[in-house]
């Protein structure tokens, strides 16, 4: 049995990952409320092993360094996220890291998630990293994508559209719910289209 893989980011309505240098959004577009706070740091509850590529995983690690004990950058979630295994995708990078238990793994990454469905004993699970993802969904390895759209348009200043350089799919509606009352969380299984 091959582990679980989720894609798992994070969208504007108008299907943005970011905002640019110009935007003066903050974290979760500013939108963040205790159910959604509460919800992330439950999914990341069970064992899972993080896969990132490795423009997402120095983005965190500069992230997290240069926030304090106090900022949200540190929500219970994220801390939770950084205490989980990950494997980092990189032909570039060298360790050490600070990352508590990360590996660093060169080689192509749809060969190396292959790999990790078959030997994980926990599911995989990967935030951001949006090229990577767009690979891995063309080679039919991601099981499950889960978007949270927040509820603001970044037409003006919104950077890394999350599925512009994706292949096209059929989804097929998993879960849905509300948070906070204005926030979606939606999971799909692709199925290349």
Known sequence: ?????????????????????????GGYWGKQGPELLAHRLASFGPEQRMVF???TFRQFVQMLADSTEDSDVR???????????ATVLSSTM?????????????????DV??????????PLRSHGSLSMNWALLAAGLVDRVQVTVFPVLTGRTGTDRIFAGAADFDLELLESRTLDGHTQELVYRPTLH
């Open 1 to 25: 049995m091959t582990a679980t893989y989720t894609f798992d980011v994070f969208s504007s309505l108008d299907g943005y990952g970011s905002y640019g240098a110009d935007g003066d959004w």
């Open 94 to 110: 060298e360790g050490p890291v600070d990352w508590p238990d990360a590996t660093i793994v060169s080689g192509d990454a749809v």
């Open 75 to 85: 929500d219970p979630w994220v801390t939770r996220m950084r205490s989980m295994p």
């Open 53 to 55: 590529g490795a423009t």
């Open 113 to 122: 998630v292959a790999r990790l469905k078959e030997e994980s004993g926990v």
